[in-house]
């Protein structure tokens, strides 16, 4: 004899879910539940999927997880010790996708400050108090930043983070701008002449298009009007103003580098590691 039976009854199922933690707080989970026999082989019992199930019939009511997509596969193998005999197998898989918006605000949002905290401690004048004050709380923000991180990050899943990456890169950077304040504060109380070969370099990098845009930007129409004057001469630059510091040119130009590199670490860190929804 053959007939169909239907078997309706209320169940819980719990599955272990996979979690893609690459692109956290945005974290999404792979939920697999698999239906099959032990006891019977896919000749004596057929599984059939409702057609009816789809992602728009479940009503899914998660204050943390929405459910993103649903889709069915059904495997089927041959025993390994009975070739004629066959297993199947059914699988529900569900995709779902954290609710992010109060965590976006607490970890998203950061980053975005401290990358402008850094590029305005690079940006201040090396002398000024508010540079070292901006440098000193810029790198105990990150710290701060670092370890409410950590503690917060799913402990288990697959693949680490990019906003931790982030996070400590943009530390890295926040160090270098620290360390670079304090000796370029330091060569501005310096009386001494520069090495030859240092001043020679900040010269003709001066002489280039590129230095006349920096000597704008410190509004010194005396070293531009030189530059423009004695274009093929091979005089010092650097040592030619007594009047000022003999390294402010070698600190400008240092710190307007400086200022560039960080600029374009943070887009390369921002279009590699930054999370999006």
């Not at 939920?31 to 728009?56: K, P, R, Y």
């Not at 993103?68 to 898989?93: D, P």
Request: aromatic share 12%.
């Amino acid at each position: 004899r053959s007939g169909e039976v239907r078997w309706f009854t209320a169940a819980k199922y719990a599955t272990k879910c996979t979690s893609d933690n690459t692109w956290w707080p945005y974290q999404t989970l792979n939920c697999t539940i698999q239906f099959g026999s032990w006891s019977h082989s896919g000749d004596e019992i057929e599984l059939v999927t409702n057609q009816n199930v789809s992602q728009a019939s479940i009503d899914s009511k998660n204050v943390e997880w929405d459910l993103v997509e649903l889709y069915i596969t059904r495997w089927e193998n041959r025993y390994k010790y009975n070739s004629g005999s066959t297993v199947k197998m059914l699988s529900y898989h569900f995709i779902l996708k954290s609710h992010s918006g109060i965590i976006r605000i607490a970890y998203i949002s950061p980053t975005i400050v401290l990358m402008m905290m850094t590029l305005m401690t690079l940006w201040l004048e090396p002398k000024s108090f508010e540079r070292m004050v901006i440098a000193n709380l810029n790198f105990i923000c990150h710290l701060l930043c670092i370890q409410d991180v950590h503690w917060e990050m799913p402990k288990s899943g697959i693949n680490t983070p990019k906003i931790l990456f982030f996070y400590e890169s943009s530390l890295g950077i926040a160090t270098f701008a620290l360390i670079l304040t304090s000796i370029l504060r330091h060569l501005q109380e310096l009386t001494t002449e520069p090495p030859m070969w240092i001043s020679a370099g900040t010269t003709s990098i001066l002489r280039s298009q590129f230095g006349r845009i920096l000597l704008i930007s410190i509004l010194d129409p005396a070293a531009t009007a030189k530059i423009e004057a004695d274009v093929d001469d091979n005089t010092d630059l650097v040592q030619s103003n007594s009047k000022t510091s003999p390294w402010r040119y070698i600190i400008v130009l240092i710190g307007w580098l400086a200022f560039l590199s960080a600029f374009i670490a943070y887009i390369v860190l921002l279009s590699m590691c930054f999370p999006t929804n």
